[in-house]
């Protein structure tokens, strides 16, 4: 099912929002950003006998408790973008978009990253974590319905590299004459625990499992979805159904293509 008219007007809003904002952003601090270095940042479990109620965005688990984690059932799904990197290390030839580099991958982001977001909340799942240039999302699994789940994740990822990008593609084109973005989405399915990681005060709420690193990993395509053994094997079927699925190996992992 694709996105409805409504739908896709509120991506359309959020995306001209957020490019909105973006272009403010960067005309007040051009000087600056077109100098600074990308910063990486690391995160570590602190050990505390402090006990945190962290907030969460992980679906049906609103607060997690530092001293009792959770395990559960969850899709992961991750997506992003394809040859990000060279968008911000190569400058596009004079005469094309009208912007390139640092400014162009920040509005990108600006526009893809928070539509992809709001792609997946009409499905059911949540964003608990932005990537850089992607997303992190969750599904929460409950066994009893466990195929509508996976119909409503794959319904998000479908999506993501159809409408979503579609819509986000053509603002960037109208205002910037920007080439089109490509976008890899894997899926996995596994247990997870759910618990919080970082340093006392300032902890995150996550979802720590073999979905998250498949997901991950499988998120190399161009415009395709591939998903996990797992969750091809729980797939579920119907007579006539028009999905097929091609095996992949990869480098680190193997997966299923979604056709």
Not at 79 to 92: K, P
Not at 118 to 126: K, N
Not at 187 to 214: F, L, N, T, W
Request: net charge neutral; charged share 25%.
């Amino acid at each position: 099912m694709s996105l409805t008219d409504e739908q896709r007007g509120e991506i359309q809003s959020i995306i001209k929002e957020n490019l909105d904002r973006a272009e403010k952003i960067w005309n007040e601090h051009r000087t600056f950003l077109s100098k600074s270095a990308l910063d990486e940042e690391s995160f570590f479990r602190a050990d505390s006998a402090m006990r945190e109620l962290v907030p969460s965005r992980i679906p049906d688990y609103p607060i997690v408790d530092s001293e009792n984690p959770k395990v559960g059932k969850f899709i992961a799904l991750v997506a992003d973008v394809r040859q990000s990197s060279q968008h911000l290390l190569c400058s596009i030839s004079k005469g094309g978009p009208k912007i390139d580099m640092l400014e162009r991958v920040h509005h990108e982001m600006a526009a893809l990253l928070p539509a992809l977001e709001q792609t997946v909340y009409y499905q059911g799942g949540s964003v608990t974590e932005y990537l850089g240039d992607g997303i992190l999302a969750i599904f929460t699994i409950n066994e009893e319905n466990k195929e509508e789940y996976i119909k409503k994740s794959y319904r998000a990822a479908k999506n993501c590299i159809g409408d979503t990008r579609r819509i986000v593609n053509d603002e960037l084109q109208r205002r910037y004459s920007l080439p089109p973005l490509d976008i890899g989405v894997g899926m996995a399915m596994s247990q997870g625990i759910v618990d919080v990681v970082g340093v006392e005060g300032r902890r995150h709420a996550k979802v720590i499992g073999p979905c998250v690193y498949y997901a991950s990993k499988l998120s190399c395509g161009s415009n395709e979805i591939i998903v996990n053994n797992t969750m091809y094997n729980e797939w579920p079927t119907s007579e006539g159904g028009r999905l097929k699925f091609t095996h992949r190996n990869l480098r680190k992992t193997s997966g299923y293509l979604v056709v």
